[in-house]
């Protein structure tokens, strides 16, 4: 696990832009043997689809620049998802569809308005780590963390601002 608090300047202006122009849809999603509702808004960008933000060009080339090395590949793929209040959320997976259900891989996320925290336990249970993010932080998850651990963004009752993730992957990882 790496972060970085506040790695990208300017972030509400990216974070309005992105909600404007972003064809956000509502989300199904395997998740372990079964497809269900993920109660938020997302957007899938293939390697071949142009990014919707310059910005985001430079976020994956600076990544790229400093774990290409030690992921052997580059980040190719954007998965855009938008919490709208804190109804919205994402359950307890591991991010394990294609390779990295029996490989490891890295996940970088780029977060961006209301922080809200992302939960990270061992398989099935125990402790979690807490990591609040939003507003420019970035959270890389490596090594066998999609296999071995699960991550997921609770709802709350508190009232909170919208969040975009920007889920930066190598290809045939989801
Ligand atoms: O909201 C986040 O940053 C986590 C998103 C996530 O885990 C996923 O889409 O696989
Ligand atoms: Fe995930």
Same mark, same amino acid.
């Given at each position: 696990?790496?972060?970085?608090?506040?790695?990208?300047?300017?972030?509400?202006?990216?974070?309005? @832009?992105?909600?404007?122009?972003?064809?956000?849809?509502?989300?199904?999603?395997?998740?372990?043997?079964?497809?269900?509702?993920?109660?938020? &808004?997302?957007?899938? %960008?293939?390697?071949?689809?142009?990014?919707?933000?310059?910005?985001?060009?430079?976020?994956?080339?600076?990544?790229?620049? @400093? %774990?290409?090395?030690?992921?052997?590949?580059?980040?190719?793929?954007?998965?855009?998802?938008?919490?709208?209040?804190?109804?919205?959320?994402?359950?307890? @997976?591991?991010?394990?569809?294609?390779?990295?259900?029996?490989?490891?891989?890295?996940?970088?996320? &780029?977060?961006?308005?209301?922080?809200?925290?992302?939960?990270?336990?061992?398989?099935?249970?125990?402790?979690?780590?807490?990591?609040?993010?939003? @507003?420019?932080?970035?959270?890389?998850?490596?090594?066998?963390?999609?296999?071995?651990?699960?991550?997921?963004?609770?709802?709350?009752?508190?009232?909170?601002?919208?969040?975009?993730?920007?889920?930066?992957?190598?290809?045939?990882?989801?």
């Amino acid at each position: 696990m790496d972060t970085l608090p506040t790695w990208i300047a300017g972030s509400e202006d990216l974070f309005s @832009h992105l909600v404007t122009t972003v064809p956000w849809r509502a989300e199904r999603r395997q998740m372990y043997d079964r497809v269900v509702d993920v109660p938020r &808004l997302a957007c899938f %960008y293939e390697r071949s689809d142009p990014l919707p933000h310059p910005l985001l060009n430079e976020v994956r080339g600076a990544l790229n620049d @400093h %774990y290409a090395s030690e992921l052997g590949e580059p980040f190719v793929t954007a998965g855009m998802c938008y919490y709208r209040d804190g109804a919205d959320s994402v359950a307890w @997976h591991g991010d394990r569809i294609g390779r990295s259900k029996t490989e490891d891989t890295m996940v970088a996320i &780029l977060s961006l308005g209301e922080a809200r925290p992302l939960l990270l336990r061992p398989n099935g249970g125990g402790r979690s780590l807490r990591f609040p993010i939003g @507003h420019g932080d970035l959270l890389v998850m490596g090594g066998s963390c999609q296999r071995t651990w699960e991550h997921c963004v609770p709802k709350t009752a508190r009232p909170v601002g919208p969040r975009i993730s920007i889920q930066f992957r190598p290809r045939d990882v989801r």
